[in-house]
Structures are given as C-alpha cells and as structure tokens.
C-alpha cells in the first residue's frame, strides 16, 4: 500500500488566495483525520471524519477552514481566505476500526506557505 | 490547557546510551497511549503503544512504561543509535475520545555518535 497520499507537498500562496489540500487515506481505513503542526501550539486536530462523515470539528481555527471527504478515498480541507497565520505544515492521517485502539497512519504532510 | 504534556523540547543523549523520554497527562479518562517519531519533512511514524490495563509494553529497543497513579508514561530507547534521532510526539486517547488521540508538543532526540 502507498499509505496516506497528500498533495501538493508545498504551498506558497498570497493572502487572500483560497488554497485546497488533499487527502487520500489508505484503502480500507474508516476514519480521516487533518491536523495542523506548528511551532507554537504543536500537533493539534483540526477535525475528524468515521465514514465519511464528519464526527468532531471543533478544532477548526474559524469559518475560513472548512473540510470535505465526498467519498472513502479522497478527502479536501479548504481555507479561504488565506492568511498569513495559516502557514504551517498540514497532516491527513488514516485508520482502521473505528472504536478500536489502532494507530493512525500519517501522510508526509502539505507545507503551507502563505505570504 | 494542555492535556498531553512533554516537559522536555529537547534531549541530546550519546550513542549506545539509553534515551528516556517523557510525558505526562493530565485526563484521568485516557486509557491508551502511544509514541510517535517524526522525521524532518515526513509525517509522524508510530513506534510503540501501551493500554491503561499495562504499565510496561516493549518491542526491540524501545519499551514504553506508564504509571497510571502519576499520570506519567515514558519511552525508553536502550541502546541509542544515530537514526533514532527525531521528535517524539506522545499521544492520549480514551473512551471519551472516539479515534481522536491528543498529542503531545514533542521532545526533540539528538543521538550524538
């Protein structure tokens, strides 16, 4: 398996531009996951997804984000518009079972550069 | 507040010496723990997990102990090579929690050869 496909790897927008990162989980696992990393505030969750649905978004920063799983194998987080504290290296994460202690398997991340 | 906390950002440890690295939690809830290692520019690799209903989980030269009276687990590394150095991200997760799991800010492990 290819494990968690992000795309693009890097970013580099200007402020106010929309910007569309991309998830495909590994076949087969039920749940999404976005995570946002950062110097200062870590690895935190941005929201999460059981079968496509969206389950718990309260980590998103504000209406400006929002994110998208049409189906099992693809999964879009948005932010429009942009700023400049948006920038920060984007995680898509997968897993199996849902309810289940399993781990999650990462994607190699999207960097975001917004100037 | 953060409920995952790594007191540590960093740790420098020469090699063939044990590594220890640490975490403490703050949510009586969680039950289920679990060490990731994160190389610059890829995502976060799972290394090891430990249950509540354990205090000691170990595979090859990492072992993982939790103490659940202290809300404190630990990553020992025994011994400690060139390539183990990375960022460590301990993760929490509990009933309350669905799949999500809480990480951790990171200690960053230098192996000095």
Redesign the interface.
């Known amino acids: 398996d290819a494990g968690?496909i992000q795309s693009p790897r890097h970013e580099v927008t200007e402020m106010g531009q929309e910007v569309t990162l991309r998830c495909k989980p590994i076949s087969g696992h039920n749940?999404l996951?976005w995570?946002r990393q950062t110097m200062m505030?870590?690895?935190?969750?941005l929201i999460?997804f059981?079968n496509n649905v969206p389950?718990?978004d309260s980590g998103m920063p504000e209406d400006r984000f929002s994110a998208k799983m049409p189906n099992a194998s693809f999964s879009t987080l948005k932010i429009q518009p942009s700023e400049p504290r948006d920038s920060a290296v984007y995680?898509c994460?997968s897993?199996t079972t849902?309810?289940l202690?399993s781990?999650?398997?990462?994607?190699?991340?999207t960097r975001l550069t917004v100037t | 507040d953060q409920q995952v906390k790594q007191n540590s950002p960093s740790l420098s440890v020469q090699e063939g010496r044990i590594s220890i690295l640490n975490c403490d939690y703050t949510n009586s809830m969680f039950d289920?723990f679990?060490w990731?290692k994160k190389y610059p520019?890829?995502?976060?690799?799972?290394l090891i997990?430990i249950?509540s209903i354990k205090d000691k989980n170990e595979d090859g030269r990492f072992t993982v102990f939790l103490n659940k009276s202290a809300k404190h687990l630990s990553l020992h590394i025994v011994p400690s090579q060139p390539g183990d150095s990375a960022v460590y991200?301990c993760a929490a997760?509990g009933k309350n929690y669905?799949?999500?799991?809480?990480?951790?800010?990171?200690t960053r492990l230098s192996v000095l050869p």
């Not at chain 1, 505030?41 to 969750?45: A, I, P, V, W």
């Not at chain 1, 781990?103 to 991340?109: D, K, L, N, R, V």
């Open positions: 968690v749940s996951f995570y505030r870590g690895l935190e969750l999460y059981n389950i718990d995680f994460a897993r849902p309810g202690a781990e999650q398997y990462f994607g190699p991340g | 289920y679990l990731y520019a890829e995502g976060p690799t799972f997990s249950s991200f997760s669905g799949q999500n799991f809480v990480f951790g800010p990171g």
